[in-house]
Protein backbone atom coordinates (compact mmCIF):
# COMPACT_ATOMS: atom_id res chain seq x y z
CA UNK A 1 0.00 0.00 0.00
CA UNK A 2 1.35 3.31 -0.99
CA UNK A 3 2.00 5.83 1.96
CA UNK A 4 1.12 9.64 1.54
CA UNK A 5 3.48 12.15 2.90
CA UNK A 6 0.69 14.08 4.53
CA UNK A 7 1.94 16.86 6.54
CA UNK A 8 -1.42 18.84 8.16
CA UNK A 9 -1.76 22.68 8.11
CA UNK A 10 -3.04 25.50 10.60
CA UNK A 11 -0.87 28.54 9.31
CA UNK A 12 -1.58 30.03 6.11
CA UNK A 13 1.55 31.73 6.57
CA UNK A 14 3.19 28.31 6.74
CA UNK A 15 6.49 28.57 4.65
CA UNK A 16 6.40 25.32 2.88
CA UNK A 17 3.15 26.78 1.13
CA UNK A 18 4.91 29.43 -0.71
CA UNK A 19 3.81 28.25 -3.85
CA UNK A 20 0.18 28.35 -3.10
CA UNK A 21 0.47 32.05 -1.75
CA UNK A 22 -2.15 34.78 -3.83
CA UNK A 23 -3.05 32.74 -6.23
CA UNK A 24 -5.63 35.27 -7.80
CA UNK A 25 -3.10 38.45 -8.55
CA UNK A 26 -2.44 37.34 -11.79
CA UNK A 27 0.40 39.98 -12.23
CA UNK A 28 2.18 38.35 -9.37
CA UNK A 29 1.76 34.84 -10.39
CA UNK A 30 3.12 35.64 -14.11
CA UNK A 31 6.33 36.78 -13.17
CA UNK A 32 6.29 34.17 -10.04
CA UNK A 33 5.89 31.20 -11.03
CA UNK A 34 7.94 31.08 -14.32
CA UNK A 35 10.75 32.69 -12.64
CA UNK A 36 10.33 29.89 -9.64
CA UNK A 37 10.07 27.59 -12.33
CA UNK A 38 6.80 26.19 -11.73
CA UNK A 39 3.32 26.29 -12.30
CA UNK A 40 -0.39 25.59 -10.72
CA UNK A 41 -2.52 22.68 -11.84
CA UNK A 42 -5.90 22.72 -10.43
CA UNK A 43 -8.36 20.14 -10.21
CA UNK A 44 -7.75 16.18 -10.29
CA UNK A 45 -8.67 16.14 -13.90
CA UNK A 46 -6.02 18.69 -14.74
CA UNK A 47 -3.47 16.89 -12.28
CA UNK A 48 -3.71 13.61 -13.92
CA UNK A 49 -3.09 15.00 -17.19
CA UNK A 50 0.37 16.97 -16.00
CA UNK A 51 1.46 13.79 -14.84
CA UNK A 52 0.68 11.59 -17.76
CA UNK A 53 2.84 14.04 -19.75
CA UNK A 54 5.76 13.18 -17.56
CA UNK A 55 5.78 16.60 -15.41
CA UNK A 56 6.95 16.40 -11.94
CA UNK A 57 5.19 17.40 -9.27
CA UNK A 58 6.33 20.12 -5.98
CA UNK A 59 3.66 19.45 -3.80
CA UNK A 60 0.09 18.98 -3.46
CA UNK A 61 -2.59 21.11 -1.69
CA UNK A 62 -6.48 19.94 -0.40
CA UNK A 63 -8.96 19.21 2.22
CA UNK A 64 -9.11 16.20 3.89
CA UNK A 65 -11.82 14.90 2.14
CA UNK A 66 -10.55 14.60 -0.42
CA UNK A 67 -6.98 12.29 0.11
CA UNK A 68 -8.90 8.98 -0.44
CA UNK A 69 -9.94 9.83 -3.49
CA UNK A 70 -6.52 10.92 -4.92
CA UNK A 71 -4.27 8.80 -3.30
CA UNK A 72 -4.25 6.61 -6.07
CA UNK A 73 -3.23 9.32 -8.43
CA UNK A 74 -0.21 11.00 -5.66
CA UNK A 75 0.71 7.96 -3.67
CA UNK A 76 4.02 7.67 -6.20
CA UNK A 77 5.33 10.89 -6.73
CA UNK A 78 6.59 11.33 -3.21
CA UNK A 79 5.94 14.81 -3.48
CA UNK A 80 4.12 16.27 0.63
CA UNK A 81 0.63 16.52 0.21
CA UNK A 82 -0.43 19.32 1.69
CA UNK A 83 -4.21 18.95 4.14
CA UNK A 84 -5.61 22.09 5.31
CA UNK A 85 -9.64 23.07 6.48
CA UNK A 86 -11.48 24.72 3.37
CA UNK A 87 -11.71 28.04 5.30
CA UNK A 88 -7.75 27.96 5.81
CA UNK A 89 -7.14 26.73 2.09
CA UNK A 90 -9.37 30.12 1.32
CA UNK A 91 -6.75 32.14 3.08
CA UNK A 92 -3.97 30.59 1.70
CA UNK A 93 -5.03 30.51 -2.48
CA UNK A 94 -7.30 33.72 -2.10
CA UNK A 95 -10.30 31.43 -3.41
CA UNK A 96 -12.58 28.26 -2.92
CA UNK A 97 -10.78 25.31 -3.67
CA UNK A 98 -13.79 23.53 -4.75
CA UNK A 99 -12.27 21.35 -7.57
CA UNK A 100 -10.56 18.33 -5.41
CA UNK A 101 -7.00 19.70 -5.00
CA UNK A 102 -3.94 21.90 -6.59
CA UNK A 103 -0.72 20.79 -7.20
CA UNK A 104 2.66 22.80 -7.30
CA UNK A 105 4.07 21.58 -10.48
CA UNK A 106 7.92 21.82 -12.05
CA UNK A 107 7.82 23.83 -14.77
CA UNK A 108 9.37 21.50 -17.75
CA UNK A 109 11.81 23.78 -19.92
CA UNK A 110 10.67 24.77 -23.60
CA UNK A 111 11.92 22.77 -26.88
CA UNK A 112 13.25 24.94 -29.75
CA UNK A 113 10.81 25.76 -32.47
CA UNK A 114 12.74 23.76 -35.45
CA UNK A 115 12.94 20.82 -32.81
CA UNK A 116 9.80 20.86 -31.88
CA UNK A 117 8.51 21.30 -35.88
CA UNK A 118 10.70 18.60 -36.87
CA UNK A 119 9.92 16.12 -34.14
CA UNK A 120 5.86 16.73 -34.24
CA UNK A 121 3.90 13.75 -35.22
CA UNK A 122 6.07 11.09 -33.90
CA UNK A 123 9.13 12.04 -35.65
CA UNK A 124 7.31 12.43 -39.09
CA UNK A 125 7.11 16.74 -38.46
CA UNK A 126 4.84 19.01 -38.40
CA UNK A 127 1.88 19.51 -40.86
CA UNK A 128 -0.33 22.02 -38.79
CA UNK A 129 0.95 24.79 -36.74
CA UNK A 130 -1.10 27.59 -34.98
CA UNK A 131 0.59 30.67 -33.87
CA UNK A 132 -0.92 33.04 -31.23
CA UNK A 133 0.25 36.74 -31.44
CA UNK A 134 0.10 38.82 -28.11
CA UNK A 135 -3.32 37.04 -26.81
CA UNK A 136 -3.52 38.37 -22.93
CA UNK A 137 -6.58 36.95 -21.94
CA UNK A 138 -5.65 33.65 -20.28
CA UNK A 139 -9.30 32.37 -21.26
CA UNK A 140 -8.95 32.88 -24.37
CA UNK A 141 -5.32 30.98 -24.07
CA UNK A 142 -6.78 27.65 -22.26
CA UNK A 143 -9.65 27.64 -24.72
CA UNK A 144 -7.49 28.24 -27.66
CA UNK A 145 -5.38 25.33 -27.04
CA UNK A 146 -8.21 22.84 -26.28
CA UNK A 147 -9.69 23.47 -29.75
CA UNK A 148 -6.28 22.93 -31.10
CA UNK A 149 -5.72 20.04 -29.46
CA UNK A 150 -9.45 18.74 -30.50
CA UNK A 151 -8.94 19.73 -33.99
CA UNK A 152 -5.68 18.11 -35.36
CA UNK A 153 -3.24 20.81 -34.86
CA UNK A 154 0.48 19.49 -34.50
CA UNK A 155 1.99 22.70 -32.73
CA UNK A 156 0.85 25.42 -31.43
CA UNK A 157 3.57 28.55 -31.21
CA UNK A 158 3.32 31.79 -28.52
CA UNK A 159 4.78 35.24 -29.44
CA UNK A 160 6.91 36.76 -26.16
CA UNK A 161 3.89 39.05 -25.02
CA UNK A 162 1.30 36.24 -25.13
CA UNK A 163 0.01 35.31 -21.38
CA UNK A 164 1.56 32.33 -19.83
CA UNK A 165 -0.19 28.84 -20.91
CA UNK A 166 0.76 27.27 -18.09
CA UNK A 167 -0.74 30.03 -15.82
CA UNK A 168 -3.49 28.14 -13.27
CA UNK A 169 -7.01 29.71 -15.60
CA UNK A 170 -5.73 28.25 -18.87
CA UNK A 171 -4.03 25.48 -17.89
CA UNK A 172 -7.86 25.04 -16.19
CA UNK A 173 -9.91 26.14 -19.30
CA UNK A 174 -8.11 23.93 -21.44
CA UNK A 175 -8.86 21.04 -19.31
CA UNK A 176 -5.50 19.77 -19.56
CA UNK A 177 -4.28 19.52 -23.16
CA UNK A 178 -2.26 22.37 -23.14
CA UNK A 179 -0.20 19.63 -21.55
CA UNK A 180 -1.32 17.07 -24.57
CA UNK A 181 -0.65 19.40 -27.48
CA UNK A 182 3.35 20.47 -28.30
CA UNK A 183 3.77 24.37 -27.46
CA UNK A 184 6.52 26.28 -26.91
CA UNK A 185 7.40 30.25 -27.77
CA UNK A 186 8.91 31.78 -31.22
CA UNK A 187 11.34 34.70 -30.73
CA UNK A 188 12.14 37.02 -32.11
CA UNK A 189 8.75 37.51 -33.63
CA UNK A 190 7.82 38.12 -36.23
CA UNK A 191 11.12 37.55 -38.01
CA UNK A 192 10.87 34.22 -36.17
CA UNK A 193 8.30 33.52 -39.62
CA UNK A 194 11.14 32.40 -41.06
CA UNK A 195 11.51 29.41 -38.93
CA UNK A 196 8.27 27.81 -40.64
CA UNK A 197 9.07 28.83 -44.04
CA UNK A 198 12.64 26.85 -43.51
CA UNK A 199 10.45 24.03 -42.78
CA UNK A 200 8.20 24.35 -45.61
CA UNK A 201 5.77 26.22 -44.29
CA UNK A 202 2.95 28.41 -45.92
CA UNK A 203 2.11 30.98 -43.25
CA UNK A 204 -1.30 32.63 -43.07
CA UNK A 205 -2.80 35.69 -41.59
CA UNK A 206 -5.78 35.86 -40.37
CA UNK A 207 -6.94 39.17 -41.07
CA UNK A 208 -9.17 41.84 -42.73
CA UNK A 209 -7.31 42.87 -45.10
CA UNK A 210 -8.64 44.35 -48.40
CA UNK A 211 -6.45 41.68 -50.16
CA UNK A 212 -7.62 38.71 -48.09
CA UNK A 213 -9.09 34.95 -49.15
CA UNK A 214 -11.79 33.42 -48.45
CA UNK A 215 -11.17 30.46 -45.75
CA UNK A 216 -12.94 28.82 -48.34
CA UNK A 217 -10.53 29.40 -51.30
CA UNK A 218 -7.47 27.88 -48.73
CA UNK A 219 -9.77 24.88 -47.95
CA UNK A 220 -10.11 24.41 -51.80
CA UNK A 221 -6.53 24.24 -52.49
CA UNK A 222 -4.37 23.68 -49.34
CA UNK A 223 -0.68 23.86 -48.72
CA UNK A 224 0.71 20.31 -47.41
CA UNK A 225 2.26 22.34 -44.58
CA UNK A 226 0.13 25.51 -43.40
CA UNK A 227 0.95 27.80 -40.50
CA UNK A 228 -2.37 29.80 -39.10
CA UNK A 229 -1.49 33.04 -37.10
CA UNK A 230 -4.38 34.48 -35.19
CA UNK A 231 -3.73 38.21 -33.33
CA UNK A 232 -4.86 39.98 -29.90
CA UNK A 233 -8.69 40.09 -29.54
CA UNK A 234 -8.71 44.03 -29.71
CA UNK A 235 -6.56 45.14 -32.09
CA UNK A 236 -5.86 42.18 -34.27
CA UNK A 237 -2.35 41.50 -36.07
CA UNK A 238 0.18 43.82 -36.88
CA UNK A 239 0.68 45.26 -39.95
CA UNK A 240 4.42 43.99 -39.81
CA UNK A 241 3.25 40.53 -38.99
CA UNK A 242 1.13 40.37 -41.69
CA UNK A 243 3.88 41.90 -44.06
CA UNK A 244 5.82 38.49 -43.18
CA UNK A 245 3.02 36.52 -43.67
CA UNK A 246 2.44 34.26 -46.95
CA UNK A 247 -0.83 35.07 -47.41
CA UNK A 248 -3.91 36.65 -45.72
CA UNK A 249 -7.31 34.78 -44.61
CA UNK A 250 -10.40 35.88 -43.70
CA UNK A 251 -13.45 33.70 -42.05
CA UNK A 252 -16.33 34.10 -44.14
CA UNK A 253 -19.40 35.76 -41.93
CA UNK A 254 -22.20 36.49 -42.24
CA UNK A 255 -25.50 38.67 -39.88
CA UNK A 256 -23.06 42.11 -39.42
CA UNK A 257 -20.69 40.00 -37.90
CA UNK A 258 -17.02 41.14 -38.94
CA UNK A 259 -14.67 39.26 -36.05
CA UNK A 260 -14.97 35.90 -33.98
CA UNK A 261 -13.47 35.55 -30.36
CA UNK A 262 -9.98 34.12 -30.74
CA UNK A 263 -10.23 30.89 -29.47
CA UNK A 264 -13.29 30.22 -31.91
CA UNK A 265 -11.44 31.55 -34.58
CA UNK A 266 -9.14 29.43 -34.10
CA UNK A 267 -11.60 26.63 -34.00
CA UNK A 268 -13.21 27.44 -37.29
CA UNK A 269 -9.85 27.73 -39.03
CA UNK A 270 -8.32 24.61 -37.85
CA UNK A 271 -11.56 22.16 -38.79
CA UNK A 272 -11.47 23.72 -41.95
CA UNK A 273 -8.19 23.65 -42.65
CA UNK A 274 -7.07 19.95 -41.05
CA UNK A 275 -5.65 17.25 -42.66
CA UNK A 276 -7.70 14.17 -43.47
CA UNK A 277 -7.66 11.85 -40.76
CA UNK A 278 -6.69 8.61 -43.32
CA UNK A 279 -3.33 11.12 -44.67
CA UNK A 280 -2.40 11.90 -40.45
Not at 153 to 166: K, N, Y
Amino acid sequence: MTTLDVVRIDDPADERLADYNNLTDVVLRSKHEPAKGLYIAESSTVIRRALAAGHRPRSFLMAPKWLDSMSDLIGETGAPVYVAEEPLLKEITGFNLHRGAMAAMHRPPLPGVHELLAGARGGAGARRVVIFEDIVDHTNVGAGMRACAALGVDVVLFTPSCADPLYRRAVRVSMGTVFQIPWTRIDPWPSGIQALHEHGFKVAALALEDDSVSLDDLVADPPEKLALVLGTEGDGLKARTIAECDMTVRIPMSGGVDSLNVASAVAVAAWATRVPAGDR
